[in-house]
Nanobody
Framework: QVQLVESGGGLVQAGGSLRLSCAAS????????MGWFRQVPGKEREFIAALTGNADRLLYADSVKDRFIISRGNAKNTVNLKMNSLKPEDSAVYYCAATRSSSVQNMGRTYEYEYWGQGTQVTVSS
């Protein structure tokens, strides 16, 4: 069982930056691939970024590539998402998730993930 808790959301002006963190429980955190997703009301959950257990492979959505950076600290059971050059369309609830999959190419799919956090709101004002 893995429990995930996101933090770091908030209100920021367009062009600004935010750093989201996700704290995970469990002794086998490094064996899980981790991903970030976002969702706005009325739309499907959207993949943002993911990385494998040892962070040797990363995957980004085209919409955030070159602006967002995903990283993890296995010693502290955390995964982070640094968001730069934020746009109003980045506003959403952001979720972290954990998967047993070791294939980063599969990590863009919500159904690959067994565990989800409760989400943290990010609002980007224009």
């Amino acid at each position: 069982q893995v429990q995930l808790v996101e933090s770091g959301g908030g209100l920021v002006q367009a062009g600004g930056s935010l750093r989201l963190s996700c704290a995970a429980s469990g002794r086998t955190f490094s064996s899980y691939g981790m991903g970030w997703f976002r969702q706005v009301p009325g739309k499907e959950r959207e993949f943002i970024a993911a990385l494998t257990g040892n962070a040797d492979r990363l995957l980004y959505a085209d919409s955030v590539k070159d602006r967002f950076i995903i990283s993890r600290g296995n010693a502290k059971n955390t995964v982070n998402l640094k968001m730069n050059s934020l746009k109003p369309e980045d506003s959403a609830v952001y979720y972290c998730a954990a998967t047993r999959s070791s294939s980063v190419q599969n990590m863009g799919r919500t159904y690959e993930y067994e565990y989800w956090g409760q989400g943290t709101q990010v609002t980007v004002s224009s």
